[in-house]
T-cell receptor, first 116, second 113 residues
Framework: NAGVMQNPRHLVRRRGQEARLRCSPMKGHSHVYWYRQLPEEGLKFMVY????????ESGMPKERFSAEFPKEGPSILRIQQVVRGDSAAYFCASSPEDLTGARGYTFGSGTRLTVV | GQQLNQSPQSMFIQEGEDVSMNCTSS?????WLWYKQDPGEGPVLLIALYKAGELTSNGRLTAQFGITRKDSFLNISASIPSDVGIYFC?????????????FGGGTRLMVKP
């Protein structure tokens, strides 16, 4: 029973490059959430997606950031033209369709993005 | 936006001691959660609280959902070295728009054997 799978675990990008972070939710989960954690801080909500739909992107910067959760395949968080301030740990969580609260809310191990 | 104030920011205690940490919010939540995060890993759920006033235990951990729905505390009794890590509170407002979490800033716990 695989959990939420994120890859890569570590990603190094030069300023101006693109970063693509992938998240495969738990089997049977159709809701995906992305959170960002800056060093020494708590997690901050970015975006909430269901299959093929963005439900809430209120926490995601308007510029350079985008997210998708296609019908087939993992959810992708894309950061274009990365800057040093994008360096952080990015966590994905998934929950089942019935939204039974946090009992169904499982986090992946995260992708640590370093921009050099 | 909603903010959670978590205290203390860090604690350095002796093995065997009890630990207490708390969170307060400027807004009401209908669920309070406590997570532990180990280095290089994602948060792992420890305790979930769903009703105001609820007191819940999980082994040596006890947490309470404040009666005002704006605060929660977590106690760890008889701490052991493997309790080391960062503990986060999180508030959740479950509604038709989703069930996003608002996290506190974390309490870094260090346990001296």
């Amino acid at each position: 029973n695989a959990g939420v799978m994120q890859n890569p675990r570590h990603l190094v990008r030069r300023r101006g490059q693109e970063a693509r972070l992938r998240c495969s939710p738990m089997k049977g989960h159709s809701h995906v959430y992305w959170y960002r954690q800056l060093p020494e801080e708590g997690l901050k909500f970015m975006v909430y997606l269901q299959k093929e739909n963005i439900i809430d992107e209120s926490g995601m910067p308007k510029e350079r950031f985008s997210a998708e959760f296609p019908k087939e395949g993992p959810s992708i968080l894309r950061i274009q033209q990365v800057v040093r301030g994008d360096s952080a740990a990015y966590f994905c969580a998934s929950s089942p369709e019935d939204l039974t609260g946090a009992r169904g809310y499982t986090f992946g191990s995260g992708t640590r993005l370093t921009v050099v | 936006g909603q903010q959670l104030n978590q205290s203390p920011q860090s604690m350095f205690i002796q093995e065997g001691e009890d630990v207490s940490m708390n969170c307060t919010s400027s807004s009401i939540f209908n669920t309070w959660l406590w997570y532990k995060q180990d280095p290089g890993e994602g948060p792992v759920l420890l305790i979930a609280l769903y009703k105001a006033g609820e007191l819940t235990s999980n082994g040596r951990l006890t947490a309470q959902f404040g009666i005002t729905r704006k605060d929660s505390f977590l106690n760890i009794s008889a701490s052991i070295p493997s309790d080391v890590g960062i503990y986060f509170c999180a508030g959740q407002l479950v509604n038709n728009a989703g069930n996003m979490l608002t996290f506190g800033g974390g309490t870094r716990l260090m346990v001296k054997p």
